[in-house]
């Protein structure tokens, strides 16, 4: 039950992240992006840091989606910057969380659906040359790694230093992804909306199948 919750979750957030994006570049192809940001102020960034944190810290949430935007947003620099400020900090958290509080947080945050994930990974970090080699494996879920790290007797330093270097390249291609695909779409704007809005309405009759499982419809 609890993981059929975690997945709505999951794709909840996926909707609203490409509405987020059909948004940026609605206001990117009309010219008023800059002025929506400006307006905004600190907190456009802000909100994509935090929101980019908190993917980390509830493992279930996708944190790909916030790469797109943010490039979309701020292009390359400022957009990969935000995020992998995010995705330090999130970092940093995820493993204080399991450090701190053991698996039973872990279990909370991460979701029973990972903890399995958790737990293989454990068996395996044996030394700083096995998390090495679990970072590469797993760096598509970088969150799992920093609990099962915390779970370790890991210092939290040599945690960093191991962990963050491997957000750059991916989270560079992200938001370089992002910011083509914005430069690419103020022509073609309406034809990135129609296949995001067909994308989201897949989304929404997924989560409502879930529902219905979830409720015994």
Request: charged content about 15%; hydrophobic content about 55%; glycine content about 8%.
């Amino acid at each position: 039950m609890r993981n059929k919750y975690y997945k709505i979750l999951d794709y909840t957030w996926a909707i609203i992240a490409i509405l987020i994006f059909i948004a940026s570049i609605k206001f990117l192809s009309d010219g008023t992006l800059g002025e929506k940001v400006v307006t905004m102020g600190l907190w456009a960034p802000l909100v994509i840091f935090l929101l980019k944190i908190s993917t980390l810290v509830f493992a279930p949430l996708g944190g790909t989606p916030l790469y797109v935007v943010s490039g979309a947003v701020y292009g390359n620099l400022y957009g990969f910057l935000i995020c992998f400020a995010g995705d330090v900090v999130g970092s940093a958290l995820c493993f204080f969380i399991s450090k701190r509080w053991g698996m039973r947080a872990v279990k909370f945050f991460a979701g029973n659906s990972n903890i399995n994930k958790i737990e293989k990974m454990l068996s395996i970090l044996h030394n700083t040359k096995s998390f090495i080699k679990a970072r590469v494996a797993f760096f598509t879920i970088p969150e799992l790694l920093a609990y099962a790290a915390g779970l370790t007797r890991m210092n939290f330093w040599k945690f960093m230093l191991l962990q963050i270097p491997l957000y750059i390249p991916s989270g560079f291609v992200l938001v370089f992804l992002g910011s083509t695909i914005a430069v690419f779409t103020t022509r073609y704007a309406i034809f990135l909306s129609l296949f995001a809005i067909i994308l989201a309405s897949l989304g929404i009759w997924t989560l409502a199948k879930d529902y219905r499982k979830i409720e015994g419809l």
